[in-house]
């Protein structure tokens, strides 16, 4: 998909949003009345704010891509999985908008203004309630291919990927895994050498169902 469709398509966001595809959603294969601990939400604790920026730009032959990164290894619960730049909002920021473009700035050394970007609105907030967030995703457009630098205390690599792969006929594959001692399964976007799970294929479903409508 070319740069401007994909502007074109985005510059309005429809209300209601179109849903992303529900083969995305992971589902614990336990028994009946069985609820694995991390799909409840601990009774006392509210869950948290936090922002995403889906972040969409022109590559070198004006295709639409977008911006993710893998998570470094280690024993942290994210560990090597794909997501966006984003995270928990702080104190004083203008949230979500103003935490989702601060994380870039510290995840990937995104400068907004160099890179023209302009932001459009917001998708479906995502309850992800392994990590007690209530995720807001912030869809921005760049003007240009932005400079990025990742951190490496928080990003192994910068992933950036035509958002055809995720536009409603892009393939899904159905995984069965093992996380956290429960059995899931759950669909996957498969991107290269990696497979897109969870919250971010969700966001990333619902963009393409978006793109889709155009």
């Given at each position: 998909?070319?740069?401007?469709?994909?502007?074109?398509?985005?510059?309005?966001?429809?209300?209601?949003?179109?849903?992303?595809?529900?083969?995305?959603?992971?589902?614990?294969?336990?028994?009946?009345?069985?609820?694995p601990p991390w799909?409840?939400?601990?009774?006392?604790?509210?869950?948290?704010?936090?922002?995403?920026?889906?972040?969409?730009?022109?590559?070198?032959?004006?295709?639409?891509?977008?911006?993710?990164?893998?998570?470094?290894?280690?024993?942290?619960?994210?560990?090597?999985?794909?997501?966006?730049?984003?995270?928990?909002?702080?104190?004083?920021?203008?949230?979500?908008?103003?935490?989702?473009?601060?994380?870039?700035?510290?995840?990937?050394?995104?400068?907004?203004?160099?890179?023209?970007?302009?932001?459009?609105?917001?998708?479906?907030?995502?309850?992800?309630?392994?990590?007690?967030?209530?995720?807001?995703?912030?869809?921005?457009?760049?003007?240009?291919?932005?400079?990025?630098?990742?951190?490496?205390?928080?990003?192994?690599?910068?992933?950036?990927?035509?958002?055809?792969?995720?536009?409603?006929?892009?393939?899904?594959?159905?995984?069965?895994?093992?996380?956290?001692?429960?059995?899931?399964?759950?669909?996957?976007?498969?991107?290269?050498?990696?497979?897109?799970?969870?919250?971010?294929?969700r966001v990333l479903?619902?963009?393409?169902?978006?793109?889709?409508?155009?």
């Open positions: 998909m070319r740069f401007e469709e994909a502007r074109r398509r985005l510059i309005t966001l429809p209300d209601p949003l179109p849903a992303g595809p529900h083969a995305l959603d992971p589902v614990a294969i336990v028994e009946p009345g069985e609820v799909a409840r939400r601990p009774a006392g604790e509210p869950p948290r704010d936090a922002a995403v920026l889906v972040l969409i730009y022109p590559g070198a032959d004006r295709e639409a891509h977008l911006v993710l990164i893998e998570r470094p290894a280690g024993d942290h619960r994210h560990a090597g999985q794909v997501s966006f730049p984003g995270g928990a909002a702080d104190p004083g920021d203008d949230f979500p908008v103003g935490t989702a473009l601060r994380e870039a700035a510290e995840e990937v050394g995104l400068d907004a203004e160099a890179a023209g970007v302009e932001v459009i609105g917001r998708l479906g907030t995502v309850d992800v309630r392994v990590s007690g967030f209530l995720l807001v995703p912030i869809v921005a457009v760049a003007a240009r291919d932005p400079a990025l630098t990742p951190d490496p205390r928080e990003v192994a690599a910068i992933l950036r990927v035509p958002v055809r792969h995720f536009l409603p006929q892009a393939p899904i594959e159905i995984v069965e895994a093992e996380r956290d001692g429960w059995r899931l399964r759950y669909g996957a976007f498969p991107v290269g050498e990696h497979r897109i799970w969870g919250a971010t294929a479903g619902q963009l393409g169902a978006v793109l889709g409508e155009g």
